[in-house]
């Protein structure tokens, strides 16, 4: 009887210690994913190529608004904008300790968390690439 507690006790300072693992490492992810929103905000509201200046109606609209390959660049920052914001507010929901962090539940947010990630991060490189093609 005394062993199998000893044992739940050992199995239960081994998940803690993943835990606390997994949570610093998420500090980390989290500033990454901060940084990719400031930049994300930066270049959907810095837009390239200035704006029209004419008076036939269209003054005050992009430039670059007609061209295919800036609207991509539109739909893409949007999506890695939209994935880092999704991010930070699971890491926001993982950090609440008004409940006791659980190993299996802090694997699958943190697992949910990389995908977000990784889809913003494929994102910025295909809104680079068509950002940079707009303007050519």
Do not use: W
Request: negative net charge; contains cysteine.
């Amino acid at each position: 009887m005394q062993l199998r507690e000893d044992d739940k006790d050992k199995a239960k300072k081994t998940d803690q210690i993943k835990v606390k693992s997994i949570m610093k490492v998420a500090q980390i992810h989290i500033v990454v994913a901060r940084l990719i929103m400031t930049v994300t905000f930066t270049a959907g509201i810095t837009l390239s190529g200035g704006f029209e200046s004419d008076l036939n109606g269209d003054k005050g609209m992009d430039i670059l608004i007609r061209k295919t390959t800036f609207r991509e660049f539109i739909v893409f920052d949007d999506i890695f904008f939209t994935c880092s914001a999704i991010a930070i507010f699971i890491y926001f929901l993982m950090a609440d300790e008004s409940r006791p962090p659980q190993l299996e539940i802090v694997n699958k947010i943190y697992d949910l968390i990389g995908i977000f990630q990784c889809l913003s991060m494929f994102a910025i490189i295909i809104a680079f690439e068509t950002g940079y093609h707009s303007i050519l």
